[in-house]
């Protein structure tokens, strides 16, 4: 479905009224495709289908002497495989689409973006063929050792009213895909694969006013991982797939997060299946956000809240730890977990000075480790509903710090149920020394309208 599509049926379908109460306007371009007509061919602007030629500067040409000259143009990149030496950043374009449906490839090794869209309003990013895709080849860096990274791949920043769909992001030797304080935005139909690393990002989102919908990420970080400030966000039918998971975090610093709406997510083989994280230095609020129909398959980490994240209320000469968490639902959650003895399917460690309020976690909720035959509830600091190491608290009462309490669970959740692993899933994340072969969407075929 095309964007405006998409939204035209968020108006319209009642089964889909909860989603468009969940963002707070319209979401997308705002001009039709079929309107962005002024076709601006990279190979009118140097670029050759070569394989070898550097595309950067073509696509920054076709930018500057066509999209930028010419209302409602579209910037095309035509079938082929070409190569890519140097970045771009594509300043303030209105009114424009980018339409690739070639492969690019990196050649260059400077760090930084390959590509970044700042600025600007009215945009769309798509592959029309559905075969157009990044291909970082991260495993030139991977392969010399962990923790060794180069570029990113594509960062948004900055622009509102766009889309970003139908793209392929292959082996980013840094973070895949960022979106950096956007609005009115939507994403759907992203293919990430990258290494078996942390510091390879799926997808990172900082945004007023998102949706985001059918992405699979291969990592071994973050999934989708939502960061501050964001607000009016629905994301949904995400597969991590082999990965970190899903996020939120890490939150240090000036904190404003709320209204996210996370649902139908499976999370195989990842750390974990969501995790909020904060450090200590961190202030403001993550709040009145739902996580609902999350599917789970031997995760490390289940459902996790550490407001200490790597430790990092270890030797406080001064807890400041102030992100108030508060009002966060759980509902319809099944999981597979493999370490309950060690790591607490559900383990919620809040803010000394600030407890954690109205975590309120559904009585479907379920998880179960098999191997160890048992569950476990680790609370410190959290008050809420539905976990039982949640201690009362009195209605006018100051919620107060606690140390860590455990509950152990010896039998089998009443409703927990293996859940069907997915077809196609992956049986291990791809190896450092591994290059990642570009691979076709998984979802339908795009009808384009004739325009
Ligand atoms: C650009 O083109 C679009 C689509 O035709 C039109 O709606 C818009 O008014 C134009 N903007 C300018 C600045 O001409
Ligand atoms: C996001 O952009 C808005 C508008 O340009 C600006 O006011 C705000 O400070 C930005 N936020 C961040 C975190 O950069
Ligand atoms: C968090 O913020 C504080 C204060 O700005 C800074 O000193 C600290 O290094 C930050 N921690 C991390 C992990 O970014
Ligand atoms: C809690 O958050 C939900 C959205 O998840 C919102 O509808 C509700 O009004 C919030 N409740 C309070 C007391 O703020
Ligand atoms: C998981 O990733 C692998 C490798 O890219 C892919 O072949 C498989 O189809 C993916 N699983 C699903 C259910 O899409």
Request: charged fraction near 0%; hydrophobic fraction near 50%.
């Given at each position: 479905m095309r964007c405006s599509i998409v939204a035209a049926l968020l108006a319209l379908a009642p089964l889909l009224s909860i989603a468009s109460a969940q963002l707070s306007g319209r979401v997308g371009p705002l001009t039709s495709i079929c309107k962005k007509t002024t076709i601006c061919n990279v190979l009118d602007y140097g670029a050759k289908a070569d394989g070898v030629t550097d595309i950067g500067p073509a696509i920054l040409s076709a930018f500057t002497n066509c999209v930028l000259k010419n209302n409602a143009s579209t910037l095309y990149v035509p079938p082929g495989n070409y190569a890519m030496a140097t970045w771009v950043t594509l300043r303030n374009g209105n009114t424009w689409a980018f339409q690739m449906d070639g492969i690019i490839t990196r050649t260059g090794t400077a760090g930084g973006h390959m590509i970044i869209v700042q600025g600007g309003s009215d945009f769309e990013m798509f592959s029309k063929t559905r075969a157009g895709a990044f291909q970082g080849a991260g495993v030139d860096f991977h392969k010399q050792g962990l923790h060794i990274y180069g570029p990113r791949i594509l960062r948004i920043v900055k622009v509102a009213n766009f889309c970003l769909h139908d793209l392929g992001f292959f082996d980013?030797?840094?973070?895949?895909?960022i979106l950096d304080n956007v609005s009115n935005g939507q994403v759907y139909n992203v293919l990430i694969r990258g290494h078996d690393e942390g510091g390879l990002d799926g997808l990172d989102v900082t945004c007023n006013n998102c949706h985001i919908q059918n992405i699979q990420v291969t990592n071994r970080d973050e999934c989708v991982c939502v960061k501050s400030p964001s607000s009016n966000l629905l994301i949904e039918d995400v597969f991590c797939n082999q990965s970190g998971g899903m996020s939120m975090g890490s939150f240090n610093g000036s904190t404003a997060v709320e209204n996210v709406y996370m649902r139908n997510i499976v999370s195989y083989y990842s750390t974990q299946f969501l995790m909020i994280k904060t450090y200590p230095n961190g202030n403001g609020y993550v709040r009145n956000c739902r996580f609902e129909n999350f599917r789970g398959f031997t995760n490390a980490y289940a459902l996790q809240i550490t407001q200490y994240w790597q430790n990092s209320g270890a030797n406080l000469a001064q807890d400041l730890s102030g992100v108030q968490l508060s009002n966060l639902t759980f509902t319809n959650w099944v999981g597979v977990s493999t370490d309950a003895n060690s790591r607490a399917p559900v383990f919620l460690s809040c803010s000394t000075p600030n407890p954690c309020v109205q975590i309120n976690v559904g009585a479907d909720v379920l998880f179960w480790d098999p191997s160890h035959a048992m569950t476990a509830y680790k609370c410190v600091s959290a008050y809420g509903t539905g976990v039982p190491c949640f201690p009362a608290l009195a209605a006018g009462k100051t919620p107060a710090s606690y140390v860590a309490q455990t509950t152990t669970v010896k039998t089998v959740p009443a409703g927990w149920a293996q859940s069907t692993v997915p077809t196609g899933a992956l049986a291990s994340g791809f190896p450092l020394t591994s290059p990642i072969p570009v691979e076709p969407l998984p979802w339908p075929q795009l009808h384009f309208p004739a325009c």
């Open positions: 980013s030797p840094a973070f895949h895909v």
